[in-house]
């Protein structure tokens, strides 16, 4: 994981999950704010996840631990990736998710209050490394992965100080359970709309990372859950998403993998960048780091 002279840091496997819900007949997500003190995007507003950790990488304990059959599994997630490496990712954003959201999506034979039990012990005790695997082994738990579907793959740009390998799922939020914050990492929470989350970053109140400015663009599309329940159901992984960072006096852009110049290597131009800037919404190649908010920002 170290980084050399002539050589970026190996990004580190990840998960994150976005959460979503409808609420008054619109479709929602749920954001959270990292903390002021991290080292990787402070006080912006994100999905829940994290890096994967090693109990996460045991697929055959997890395999035997989930409410899908293994040719279920590898129909939902594995259509562009080997199931045993996808697994891990999977597992990791179980755990990320009940860690930092305190969502669990998972199921047992006690049903909810023993579900309780476990949410009562986050708040009150906090979790301990390996929790969920002496969970699921000692108890009759299961991985609850029908509510969960693949979306994209991200890679963190070389130039940047801390890289990642991160699989993007969507989790649709179960009706039973409630968010919160776990008050360390992650100090606030909120379900909001795609479209008032990127209205918020813009001005300031709800600054997001690139991939969560990317990644509620695309979800402008879906007007309501059911909408998407129809095509989540088809879609795909996709091509690896590899961003470009430039690093610049004014701050630094990240070119989107679909940018005509993200694979080149020559510089752009970064004149006028505030007399580019884009309004929310607007489809977009460049994010722009400006007065501490990540912008859209046109190639031209």
């Known amino acids: 994981m170290e980084k050399t002279k002539n ?10 999950v976005i959460l979503v819900r409808e609420h008054e007949e ?6 959270l704010k990292r903390s002021e003190q991290s080292g990787f995007f402070p006080g912006n507003y994100v999905f829940p996840g ?17 409410n899908l059959s293994e ?3 590898q129909s939902r997630f594995g259509k562009e990736i080997e199931i045993d490496r ?57 991985l609850d992965l029908s509510k969960i579907w ?15 390998d991160t699989m993007f799922f969507i989790a649709f939020m179960p009706p039973d359970q409630t968010c919160m914050p776990d008050n360390r990492e992650m100090t606030d929470g909120i379900w909001i709309s795609p479209e008032k989350g990127l209205a918020g970053n813009l001005a300031g109140g709800i600054p997001l990372s690139p991939p969560t400015v ?58 006028n960048l ?10 977009f190649s460049r994010i722009w780091f400006h007065d501490g908010i990540w912008r859209p920002i046109a190639a031209r």
């Open 274 to 283: 505030e007399q580019k800037l884009l309004p929310a919404g607007a489809t």
């Open 86 to 142: 996808i697994f891990p990712y999977v597992v990791s954003a179980v755990r990320e998710t009940f860690e930092e959201a305190g969502v669990l999506l998972a199921v047992d034979r006690e049903g909810a209050g023993n579900r309780d039990k476990v949410r009562e012990d986050r708040v009150e005790n906090g979790l301990k490394n390996g929790w969920m695997g002496r969970l699921f082994f000692n108890e009759n738990w299961k």
């Open 214 to 271: 990317v990644t509620l663009t695309e979800l402008l599309k879906y007007r309501s859950l059911k909408a998407m329940e129809g095509e989540i159901k088809k879609h795909n992984w996709g091509e690896e998403r590899r961003p470009r960072l430039i690093p610049s006096k004014d701050g630094p852009v990240i070119l989107q993998p679909w940018d005509p110049m993200c694979e080149e290597d020559g510089d752009i131009d970064r004149k």
């Open 50 to 66: 994290g890096a994967v950790d090693p109990e996460d990488t045991n697929s055959e304990f997890w395999k035997s631990r989930t």
């Open 71 to 73: 040719d279920e599994v």
């Open 26 to 31: 619109r479709l929602q997500v749920y954001l």
């Open 150 to 164: 693949g979306w994209s793959h991200w890679i963190t740009p070389e130039l940047m100080k801390y890289r990642f």
């Open 7 to 16: 050589r970026p840091l190996d990004p580190r496997p990840a998960s994150t």
